[in-house]
């Protein structure tokens, strides 16, 4: 059973989201029941899959010893970088080898199972924090929950570890329960209306009309492609959101009107928010630190531009090993640190930012700087540049 797409999926809901109600209401703690319910989805979802399943908890068992093991030898040894990378490069060793030994047309796929990037973030966020020493506990049953919490296990939103602990073990009031489930009815209703509607119908118009391999059809093709991943995806995640709502978990937001950002760098504050967050708060922003610590580079400018390239270069690896989601992060990457430099260099940019026009030009440049992203994120750009590049050589 697919989560959040299929018929079935929305009926076991439906039927398992009225105890939570009633235990909200009732203002009793949902921890026990949504760890049930989460159980149940998780079986429903790998059900006719027995080595996912299988891999899924191999993974879950080893992410936990490792992280229980590190905290202790947090406690022992401080904060020793050299068996804090080792324990860092082992966290995220089922993410690399699902993508190394996981490739599409291997029969024996690594780790294979629902959420595998998501569940590895979430874990890699743990050994961070507690080498930082924010973390020096680990209950199993809430890291379970944590890693498994089942609106968010297959694409998110990424939460974090703390955050969830805190909504987790909250004692909500009867009015405040009602408000968060009130919040959660409407939240998957606007999603399923955005997946379900809206997202179709941008799908219909671009297999309708964006096949051909002509300027026009490609130039539909980029926006009404665009156009429903955001629906798609935003919708999905508007669901998963209001579902935790009602099992008292608060996932936070994923999107926030992406397509009114006026550059790159407010689309990514705006775009996948727990996504682009987590690489800015675990990558970005150590890289950064790293590279002023050792003075890599003359000026933080540089050092910027550098990280930017790398970050999104990384998100666009993270996507997958297709020459196409490198080439994405990698233009990502390229836009940002563009914007970084034009924002602190140009004259021209600080006289007139405040600009009404500059301000409506930034967003037009911006919105198709986006989409032609999108495009080559859907592989059909380096498609059509290797048939161009087939038809020149030939």
């Given amino acids: 059973m697919s989560l959040y797409d299929e018929f079935d999926f929305f009926v ?58 590190f905290i ?16 860092l490069l082992a966290s995220l060793m089922p993410l690399i080898c699902n993508k190394l030994l996981g490739l599409e047309g291997n029969p024996d796929k690594i780790f294979m199972f629902l959420g595998i990037s998501y569940l590895t973030f979430k874990g890699t966020q743990i050994i961070i924090e507690v080498f930082d020493g924010l973390i020096k506990k680990q209950n199993p049953l809430d890291y379970l929950y944590f890693m498994l919490f089942f609106p968010a296990i297959t694409s998110g939103p990424i939460d974090r570890s703390r955050r969830f602990e805190e909504d987790l073990n909250k004692q909500l009031s009867r009015e405040e329960y009602l408000e968060l489930a009130g919040t959660g009815i409407f939240k998957i209703v606007l999603g399923a209306f955005y997946k379900i509607v809206i997202a179709a119908l941008f799908y219909r118009v671009m297999t309708t009309f964006g096949k051909e391999p002509n300027i026009v059809s490609c130039m539909i093709y980029m926006y009404t492609y665009g156009l429903y991943l955001f ?30 950002s006026k550059d790159i760098k407010e689309f990514w504050d705006r775009w996948h928010i727990t996504l682009s967050h987590w690489f800015r708060d675990f990558i970005f922003s150590r890289l950064m630190m790293t590279f002023m610590r050792n003075k890599t580079f003359k000026n933080k400018l540089t050092g910027a531009s550098v990280g930017f390239i790398v970050n999104m270069t990384v998100m666009g690896i993270w996507h997958g090993l297709t020459g196409y ?13 563009g914007t970084e430099i034009f924002q602190k260099k140009s004259k021209f940019y600080k006289k007139y930012k405040k600009e009404r026009w500059f301000i409506g030009l930034s967003w037009f440049l911006t919105f198709n700087f986006v989409m032609f992203g999108f495009f080559i994120f859907s592989g059909r750009f380096t498609e059509l540049f290797d048939k161009l590049m087939t038809i020149i050589l030939n």
């Fill in 72 to 87: 202790k030898l947090r406690e022992k040894l401080g904060r020793n970088k050299i068996i804090y990378k080792l324990y």
């Fill in 12 to 69: 076991w809901f439906a039927v398992l989201a009225i105890p939570a109600v009633i235990l909200g209401c009732m203002e009793k703690k949902l921890k026990i029941y949504g760890f049930f319910v989460t159980l149940v989805f998780v079986y429903l979802a790998l059900k006719n899959s027995p080595a996912a399943l299988g891999w899924l908890g191999f993974f879950c068992v080893y992410d936990y010893l490792l992280i229980i093991s």
């Fill in 325 to 337: 989601y490198i080439l994405y992060g990698l233009y990502h990457g390229l836009l940002l640190a």
């Fill in 231 to 260: 629906f798609d995806f935003a919708g999905y995640s508007l669901m998963a959101i209001g579902s935790s709502y009602i099992f008292g978990i608060k996932t936070p937001d994923n999107f926030n009107k992406p397509f009114l």
